[in-house]
């Protein structure tokens, strides 16, 4: 590797100063972006934010190369879900002429939310709230990234046909009503398309919901692996593994 690839790694995956802040520096951009690209879908978009757009791609386009740049799998960085999320959101940036139809460029840059989970991460190794409510913190994750991804699904597939439809806020009144299996009926989908997506929401949705409210009111457990059998949850004072009896050393923050 060359000395600027070294620099570049150490940036990315170390545990300086310097590399503490570019990792937050990175966090706000993310938020930034989500948060921009759920605000648009809420408007009407105006000429300037294709300058937005191209601003954001090149930003993205300079994260993605650097990242590839001193990865060690390449071909395996860039199969991962989130680097092809990464690629779709640029390219939805970069060609909004050739593609007339913006819903379906709005739903592609939904996938943006799927870097939630590297956040989610990097969060995780700095702050021990983050790692001590990890799991709640993932559940909830999960389940906005999926009201969100389906709720620009409905859009896109029904803006044009449902006259109930009209913005992401009347999709995204429908899919948490769904969701919540509250049904007030006042906003149904019809054909095979529509009903087959009703039904996505109603199963995938409500079992994110349910683990969501199990993890909530589970007891706390910690996690640790076991080194002999493998168990990786056990209660936060535990000095032996209940699947084994192994003697366990997991870490506290004392009293």
Known sequence: MSEFQIALNRLYNGGSRH????????????????AFFLIASFVETP????VLDFMIAAVLTLDLTARLWIARFKLRFLL????????????T???PFLIENWAFLRVLRALRLLRSYHLLHDLRQQFRFFARNE?????????????????????????????DINNYVDALYFTVTTLTT??????????????LLAIVIMVVGVGLFLRLVQTI??????????????LNRHEPDAVHCKHCGRTVQIETEGD
């Open 47 to 50: 000429t300037w934010f294709l």
């Open 182 to 195: 509250t049904g007030f009926g006042d906003i149904t989908l019809t054909g095979s398309v529509g009903r």
């Open 80 to 91: 991962k879900l989130t680097t092809l999320a990464d690629v779709i959101v640029i390219a």
């Open 217 to 230: 009111f589970r007891p706390h457990k910690v996690r640790y692996k076991c080194p002999d059998c493998g």
């Open 19 to 34: 590399s503490i802040r570019f990792h937050y520096a990175l966090v706000v951009f993310d938020i930034v972006t989500i």
């Open 135 to 163: 799991e709640i913190i993932g559940s909830v994750l999960n389940l906005v990234v999926f009201i969100f991804i389906v709720t620009a699904l409905v859009y896109v597939l029904e803006v044009r046909i449902h006259p």
């Open 93 to 95: 940036l970069l060609l």
